[in-house]
């Protein structure tokens, strides 16, 4: 009974001390702790209000204005669409200049750069694909796969098969035959049958359902000669 009284005792005693030291410690550095908390509470305030009367705004400016690019868009005014109309609406290229930063902006990087690729301007393209992101799996991967168009237009076709296999890679099953396919017609350019055969037969084994496996028996005919 001595033992476990003398026990208690001593994890009092630590305790105490260890609340003691707490005390010291915090009288003796308040005023950094102080300036530590008062830098922590502004550097969320400052993001707070960023968010709410910055970013928030500017997005939904955004969206009016790329409502009025992507109805340009649909009826395949893709250099109105690009370029905007005068005072009265915004092209995608220049709501990627002024909200960039939102995700509307930067889903507009995305519509320019297939505005160009319809314009024929291949390497303007590129350069606002690479500027899209966003959450939208299959418009990400047609925007990888029209980046392989791109290059293939441009004759850089090595760039163009990388970007054809890395939208095939996200595994869809309408969208990666296509680009499987165009892969395959590359290498076959490139005299490089075995690459386009192996291409070909993931068509026919994986996507057995999709229109580019209806004929794919005649491509892979051509390969194996």
Do not use: W
Not at 29 to 35: A, E, F, M, N, S
Not at 79 to 108: D, H, N
């Amino acid at each position: 009974m001595a033992k476990k009284e003398e026990k208690k005792h001593d994890e009092l005693e630590n305790v105490q001390h260890a609340l003691t030291t707490s005390e010291a410690f915090i009288e003796k550095y308040q005023k950094q702790i102080l300036v530590g908390v008062g830098i922590v509470v502004l550097f969320v305030l400052v993001i707070l209000s960023f968010r709410n009367f910055y970013l928030e705004p500017r997005e939904i400016a955004a969206e009016n204005e790329m409502s009025k690019a992507q109805a340009a868009f649909a009826t395949d005014s893709f250099r109105i669409a690009l370029e905007g109309k005068g005072v009265q609406s915004l092209g995608f290229k220049e709501i990627v200049s002024e909200y960039g930063i939102t995700p509307s902006g930067k889903l507009a990087a995305g519509y320019a750069g297939v505005c160009y690729y319809k314009l024929g301007q291949y390497e303007n393209a590129i350069k606002y694909l690479s500027q899209f992101s966003g959450d939208d799996t299959y418009f990400t991967t047609t925007v990888i796969g029209l980046t392989g168009d791109c290059y293939v237009e441009l004759g850089e076709t090595f760039k163009a098969i990388s970007y054809f296999e890395k939208a095939a890679d996200k595994d869809n099953a309408v969208i990666s035959p296509v680009y499987l396919k165009k892969a395959g017609l590359v290498y076959e350019s490139l005299n490089q049958p075995e690459k386009a055969e192996k291409v070909y037969t993931k068509i026919k084994e994986k996507y057995p359902k999709s229109p580019e496996a209806s004929d794919i028996d005649k491509y892979l005919a051509r390969v194996q000669k």
